[in-house]
């Protein structure tokens, strides 16, 4: 799953709708238990989110999808929380 992530993170979506498309299917993968998973689908959504329009309700819905696996990250072991805090860092 991470490969296929990583794949799609390098690929240009042609337009909005097709970003969009993609971040649905992404979003379920915020809830993974791997960790790695769940890096790489933010990866990918943070990506797509700069294709789309950044006042649409769709993209305010993804930004505040994205807080709440994050924030579970750091409750994981001290390499994880490294890592995660270290995103979320990237991010902000």
Do not use: G, W
């Not at 797509?48 to 994050?70: D, F, G, H, R």
């Not at 390499?79 to 860092?89: D, F, G």
């Amino acid at each position: 799953q991470i490969f296929i992530l990583d794949s799609l993170a390098q690929y240009t979506p042609k337009d909005d709708r097709e970003a969009q498309s993609i971040c649905e299917r992404v979003t379920p993968r915020l809830s993974h238990a791997n960790a790695a998973v769940v890096l790489s689908a933010v990866k990918v959504l943070m990506k797509y989110m700069e294709v789309m329009a950044p006042a649409s309700s769709y993209v305010q819905n993804l930004i505040k999808k994205l807080s709440p696996p994050l924030v579970t990250l750091l409750s994981s072991e001290p390499e994880v929380q490294y890592v995660a805090l270290r995103n979320i860092n990237l991010i902000v």
